[in-house]
Structures are given as C-alpha cells and as structure tokens.
C-alpha cells in the first residue's frame, strides 16, 4: 500500500519539476537534481555500501567513458544497438572545419562531418571491471567483489519518470566460481528484503530479461528468463505506474568471463555475477513513496539514510 500523503503517478514527474527536485534539460530522460534530490541519492548510495561491507569488496571507479573496443569485444551492439552511444569529435581541417560550422549555421545535419573517438558512453557500471580484472592475471583463490560506481548512458527517451538516459549505478560484481557466483546473486536478493523494510519501500522480485534487439533477440530474451539468469527488484514509482526494476541481479555464467579470459586461480574460466543498484531510480521510489518534504519521512527512514 502507498501512504495516503504519495505522489500520485500523473503528477509524480509535474510535482517533482515544480519543486525544483528535477530540473528539465529539453531531453527526454535528462534531468537536472536539487541540492535535496542529491542528498537522498547519496543516502540511497550509502545504504547499498552498508548492504555490501560484510563482503569485503574492492573499491573501482571508472569515468562515464568507455574504451570502444570493450564494448566491441562484449558485442554490445550485436545485443543491445538501440541503446549505445558513440561518442564523436570533429577531426578534420581548416576546410572541413568551415563545412562544418556552415551546416550548423544552415540547421542541416552535420554528423558526417564527425568521426568516432576511441570511446563509447558507459552502458553498464560493471563493464569496464572485467578488462580491468583481466589484466592481473588469475583471479584469487575464491574469487573477489568489486563495488563500482558510475554514471551510465543508455539511449531510451521516454516520458517515463524513472526511465532516464543519464543515471548512476552502483554495482558489486563477483568474480569467480559458479557455486559462489550464484550464491552470491541469491545472498544479495535476500538482502534485498531488508531495503525494503529499512526504505519503507514495496516491491518484490521478479524475473526479467535483458532488452535485446530483433528476433534474434527475442530467443536470447526467453533464454535468460527459463533460466533465470536476470531478477529484478521492481518497486511502483507512483500508484499507477508499473512497477519499475530498482535493483537487478545478474549471473552471467562465464560470458564476460570468456570474453576476457577471466580464469581462476586453478586456471580454469570464471564465472560472473552482478547486482546493480539504479540509484535516481531509488530515489524517484522514495519521493514517490514518502512525498516530497524529506523532513516530514518517518524518523527510522531518515535514520537509514543517514539524513
Ligand atoms: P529496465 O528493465 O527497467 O530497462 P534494466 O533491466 O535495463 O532495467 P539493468 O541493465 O539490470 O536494468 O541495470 C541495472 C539497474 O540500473 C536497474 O535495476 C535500474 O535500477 C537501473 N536502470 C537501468 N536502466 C535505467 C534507466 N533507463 N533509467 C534509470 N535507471 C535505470
Ligand atoms: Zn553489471
Ligand atoms: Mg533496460
């Protein structure tokens, strides 16, 4: 049940603007944050640290920028090409350039003037871990968590509230065995029960599937869900909306880690899982939730955020 005083759905995205929590950029699933918004997404963050201390994880942090190859090489755009973003940059000379700045003088579409840099924008919080942790060498002996922590751009304008192209993921990713990969995603769902006590939160767990394009797609979709590869913690943002994934859990087997020839420490591949926290997303539940005035939350709440 959402407390008398939520935000209702219709509203939710109209009252979050007028309060200045979000402030709009003319791009769908953009958005600016207030001073407050931020200070519960930090809350938000600080928790998901709390949740994963006992694990002993290693602190990465990558910029929202991507090695280009490291997409290639996990062929995102074979899955996923609706939602990548290239980044590029102008590279030509006076010539060129004068071309250039006349097509955008003129309002004409100047992309074939650009050419492709070396990085893509971040598509995923874990991905830049894998190439990372390859390079050591073999993984230690029972594996190792990382907490990474990063901006991630996926390109799906919506209307939707929660559905933004610009938002930031928290993730802890193991890597190492499968009994312990698997292990380690089911651990992470049961504590996800205790997110939504502490948040005050509804929500449950549901199994999902990745968006991956086309029809071939479509079977890799099927597949993930028979086996249950993707679970989600799905909370309503707003009464009527429908219940959006707040947290995934991930196995992926030995994908990324045959990829990059990720072994471990008896030489064999690895396995890889990762749980991912939607921090605006969080966020977004919370005012929806609770309202808008984060003095007025229950004490306990404030407590668990540490506001
Ligand atoms: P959805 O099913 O809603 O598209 P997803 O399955 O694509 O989500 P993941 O790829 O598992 O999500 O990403 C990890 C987390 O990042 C999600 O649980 C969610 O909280 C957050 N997230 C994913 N896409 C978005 C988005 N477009 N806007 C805001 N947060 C997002
Ligand atoms: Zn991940
Ligand atoms: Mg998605």
């Known amino acids: 049940m959402l407390r008398a005083d939520a935000v209702p759905a219709q509203t939710l995205r109209e009252r979050l603007l007028h309060a200045g929590l979000l402030i709009e950029t003319g791009v769908e699933g953009v958005y600016g944050h207030s001073a407050a918004f931020e200070t519960v997404l930090a809350g938000c963050n600080a928790y998901a640290g709390r949740m994963g201390a006992a694990d002993g994880a290693e602190v990465l942090r990558f910029p929202p920028l991507l090695n280009r190859t490291v997409a290639e090489r996990n062929r995102y755009a074979a899955a996923f090409p609706q939602l990548g973003g290239h980044v590029f940059s102008f590279d030509g000379d006076d010539d060129d350039h004068q071309r250039y700045v006349g097509k955008l003088l003129r309002g004409e579409d100047c992309s074939c003037e650009l050419t492709m840099t070396r990085s893509v924008l971040t598509p995923a919080a874990c991905y830049p871990v894998y190439p990372a942790l390859a390079a050591r060498g073999p993984l230690p ?3 190792c968590v990382i907490d990474v922590l990063g901006e991630c751009f996926r390109h799906e304008p919506s209307a939707e509230t929660a559905r933004l192209q610009s938002f930031r993921m928290r993730e802890y990713i193991y890597l190492g065995d499968a009994g312990r990969a698997l292990a380690f ?69 030995d994908h990324f880690a045959s990829i990059w020839d990720l072994t471990q420490a008896d030489g064999t591949v690895a396995h890889t899982a990762c749980v991912g926290f939607g921090l605006e997303r969080l966020t977004l539940a919370l005012f929806s939730r609770h309202g808008l005035a984060v003095a007025a939350w229950p004490a306990g709440l404030r407590g668990a955020l540490g506001l």
């Open 141 to 143: 002996a029972g594996g």
């Open 185 to 253: 995603r089911d651990l992470w769902m049961e504590r996800s029960a205790g997110l939504l006590r502490d948040l005050d939160l509804p929500g449950e767990l549901a199994v999902a599937h990745d968006p991956f394009f086309g029809r071939l797609g479509a079977r890799l979709a099927d597949a993930q869900v028979d086996r249950k590869l993707k679970m989600e913690l799905v909370i309503p943002i707003g009464p009527d909306a429908r219940p959006t994934a707040c947290m995934s859990f991930n196995c992926h087997l």
